[in-house]
């Protein structure tokens, strides 16, 4: 028992001079550990009488105890201080001017989407959706433009198969929103999204593109809504200052059909090379719904009339930013990107 109480006090000596969380670790592994000197002590067990063994075993184990509980204490002591010495040398400046995080930016073109939709919505359009892998019967023979009708020519079709193809338009959805109203007016929906055509990449076409449809069905709709809705959309796009102006054109899916330019927004009209210094820059084809297409998707042509007018996404976003060369929103290339990251 003399020999444990000489152990109890040298280990509590060493524990309370001990300065490092590893060194009080090495103390307890040793002290308390299968091969230090307690478990020595505890060999003469074996020569000691019944009575002697309890005694020595109680003695023993408050040895332990006290000396678990003084590790303990000790080490939170240690730890204290060392998380005491940690902040004294990471106490944060707050004065120092922070890095620069590095932030993507939206693409122009979702820019656009962004600044049509809200456009829109405010005046009380949906938005709808529709497949970019379309039938044939949508794409185009819902649209008066039936198989062997030389307006296809206009729309050079990627075909999956005889029935099936890359939407050459944002028109089908037309047709899949007024046979989803079953003949009920009234019908506000733009609906954006990708388009593609067998075109040849150029700078500024490009085989998938982006457009956004827009297609309003009530009753007493006339051509003067048209050309007020696309007023203003022109003025909210390109500023205040734009007129449009509207020259006659030909859809099957619309009668009459116009195509609408508006005033150049770079020389205020005076004439420069973005609008081939005419003073106008065509953005869009526009027209009133064809009866034959109201009658084809389920509206009765002598009480529902419409408007539809197609954008091409890119076509905006080009004339608004000042880019010059359509493949830049497909690149990927973060030159181009990063001109338009967020300012805010
Ligand atoms: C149409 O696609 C009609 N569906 C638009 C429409 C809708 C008219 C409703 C009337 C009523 P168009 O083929 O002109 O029309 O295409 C519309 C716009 O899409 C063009 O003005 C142009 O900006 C864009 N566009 C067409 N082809 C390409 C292309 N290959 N690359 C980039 N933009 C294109």
Same mark, same amino acid.
């Given at each position: 028992m003399d020999?444990?109480l000489?152990?109890?006090?040298?280990?509590l000596?060493?524990?309370?001079?001990?300065?490092?969380?590893?060194?009080?670790?090495?103390?307890?592994?040793f002290?308390?550990?299968?091969?230090?000197?307690?478990?020595?002590?505890?060999?003469?067990?074996?020569?000691?009488?019944?009575?002697?063994?309890?005694?020595?075993?109680?003695?023993?184990?408050?040895?332990?105890?006290?000396?678990?509980?003084?590790?303990?204490?000790k080490?939170?002591?240690?730890?204290?201080?060392?998380?005491n010495?940690?902040?004294?040398?990471e106490?944060?400046?707050?004065t120092?001017?922070s890095?620069a995080?590095?932030?993507?930016?939206?693409?122009?073109?979702?820019?656009?989407?962004e600044?049509?939709?809200?456009?829109?919505?405010g005046?009380?359009?949906?938005?709808?959706?529709?497949?970019?892998?379309?039938?044939?019967?949508?794409?185009?023979?819902l649209?008066?433009?039936?198989?062997?009708?030389?307006?296809?020519?206009?729309?050079?079709?990627?075909y999956?198969d005889e029935n099936?193809?890359m939407?050459?338009?944002t028109?089908?959805?037309?047709?899949?929103?007024?046979?989803?109203?079953?003949g009920?007016g009234?019908?506000?929906?733009?609906?954006?999204g990708?388009t593609?055509?067998?075109?040849?990449?150029?700078?500024?076409?490009?085989?998938?593109?982006?457009?956004?449809e827009g297609?309003?069905i009530?009753?007493?709709?006339?051509m003067?809504?048209?050309?007020?809705?696309?007023?203003?959309?022109a003025?909210?796009?390109?500023g205040?200052?734009?007129?449009?102006?509207?020259?006659?054109?030909?859809?099957?899916?619309?009668?009459?059909?116009?195509?609408v330019?508006?005033?150049?927004?770079? /020389?205020?009209?005076?004439?420069?090379?973005?609008?081939?210094?005419?003073?106008?820059?065509?953005?869009?084809?526009?027209?009133?719904?064809n009866?034959?297409?109201?009658?084809? /998707?389920g509206?009765?042509p002598?009480?529902?009339?419409?408007?539809?007018?197609?954008?091409?996404?890119?076509?905006?976003a080009?004339?608004k930013?000042?880019?010059?060369?359509?493949?830049?929103?497909?690149?990927?290339?973060?030159?181009?990107?990063?001109?338009?990251?967020?300012?805010?």
């Open positions: 020999e444990l000489k152990i109890q006090e040298e280990a000596g060493k524990i309370n001079d001990c300065q490092s969380l590893k060194d009080l670790n090495d103390l307890r592994v002290y308390l550990g299968k091969k230090g000197p307690m478990q020595a002590a505890m060999k003469s067990m074996k020569d000691m009488t019944k009575e002697e063994r309890a005694a020595f075993g109680q003695v023993s184990n408050k040895v332990k105890q006290d000396l678990t509980a003084a590790i303990e204490e080490k939170q002591v240690l730890e204290e201080a060392e998380m010495e940690k902040l004294k040398h106490r944060i400046d707050i120092l001017p890095y995080l590095p932030l993507g930016s939206v693409h122009p073109l979702s820019m656009v989407r600044e049509l939709e809200d456009l829109f919505i005046m009380g359009y949906s938005v709808a959706e529709g497949p970019e892998v379309e039938s044939d019967h949508f794409n185009f023979e649209m008066n433009l039936p198989k062997g009708h030389p307006a296809r020519d206009m729309q050079d079709t990627l999956i099936t193809l939407r050459t338009h028109s089908p959805v037309q047709a899949r929103t007024m046979l989803e109203a079953n009920q009234p019908i506000k929906i733009i609906c954006p990708k593609y055509r067998r075109d040849d990449d150029d700078a500024t076409h490009s085989h998938q593109f982006s457009q956004c297609l309003v009530d009753k007493n709709i006339t003067a809504d048209l050309k007020g809705t696309l007023e203003l959309f003025k909210k796009m390109f205040e200052k734009r007129e449009i102006r509207l020259r006659p054109s030909y859809f099957p899916f619309t009668e009459p059909s116009v195509e330019d508006i005033s150049c927004h770079n /020389c205020e009209g005076k004439g420069c090379p973005m609008c081939k210094y005419t003073g106008w820059i065509e953005i869009l084809g526009a027209g009133m719904v009866p034959k297409v109201l009658e084809m /998707c509206f009765d002598e009480v529902y009339q419409g408007f539809a007018f197609g954008i091409g996404l890119e076509r905006v080009m004339l930013y000042g880019i010059d060369n359509i493949r830049n929103f497909y690149s990927g290339d973060l030159r181009f990107l990063n001109q338009f990251t967020r300012k805010d």
